[in-house]
């Protein structure tokens, strides 16, 4: 069972929004803005696609954005593409003792 | 370009010792603003973040393989490795090496089984 609870499937038509929930609590996700999101083509090692909660790294669309309320992460993709079909996982810094989480990661499929 | 490569055996008999290293290249291991870390994968399933370890040799680790996990430096060759002993079956996964503050470069992975 992983630390941070994410939904194992999520489906959107091209053009469409979707949205990825991350469930912590508050001693990872709900105490520190330090969510990162990953994502994970078929045979391929993850990517990083969200640091620090909402900061994108160069070379990412800005169709991928994050946010967070409370114990909960949300990363939200507009404007589907087919390319966007992948695995995605959450990750948080959950402190001095336990240090870093993954989300059991979620599968999007682009209909 | 910072590469990073993992390198190792990949069948390990049950009860033995993981060993895996992983080279850098197009950057420096020292670079005072990164950990170095190592995630692995089960076939078919998510994550699971290791440890890591800072070019000094501070290391921290996950609470559940702590016992189990070794990870260690080399600046001079710009390497940093992971030893997991007492392997059983549910060690089996894909390992990956990757640079720490976020974990924004990743090795390909490399597949371990472990297996008599």
């Known amino acids: 069972q992983s630390a941070l609870t994410q939904p194992a499937s999520v489906s959107g038509s091209p053009g469409q929004s979707i949205t990825i929930s991350c469930t912590g609590t508050s001693s990872d996700v709900g105490s520190y803005n330090l969510v990162s999101w990953y994502q994970q083509h078929p045979g391929k090692a993850p990517k990083l696609m969200i640091y620090e909660v909402s900061k994108r790294p160069s070379g990412v669309s800005n169709r991928f954005s994050g946010s967070k309320s409370g114990n909960t992460a949300s990363l939200t993709i507009s404007g589907l593409q087919a390319e966007d079909e992948a695995d995605y996982y959450c990750?948080?810094?959950?402190?001095?003792?336990?240090?870093?989480?993954f989300g059991g990661g979620t599968k999007l499929t682009v209909l | 370009q910072l590469q990073l490569q993992e390198s190792g055996p990949g069948l390990v008999k049950p009860s033995e010792t993981l060993s895996l290293t992983c080279t850098v290249s197009g950057g420096s291991i020292s670079s005072s603003s990164y950990y170095w870390g190592w995630i692995r994968q089960p076939p078919g399933k998510g994550l699971e973040w290791i440890g890591s370890i800072y070019y000094s040799g501070s290391t921290y680790y996950n609470p559940s393989l702590k016992s189990r996990v070794t990870i260690s430096v080399d600046t001079s060759k710009n390497q940093f490795s992971l030893k997991l002993s007492s392997v059983t079956a549910a060690d089996t996964a894909v390992y990956y090496c990757?640079?720490?503050?976020?974990?924004?470069?990743w090795g390909q992975g490399t597949l371990v089984t472990v297996s008599s």
């Open positions: 990750c948080s810094y959950a402190g001095s003792s336990t240090y870093v989480v």
């Open positions: 990757a640079r720490q503050l976020w974990f924004d470069y």
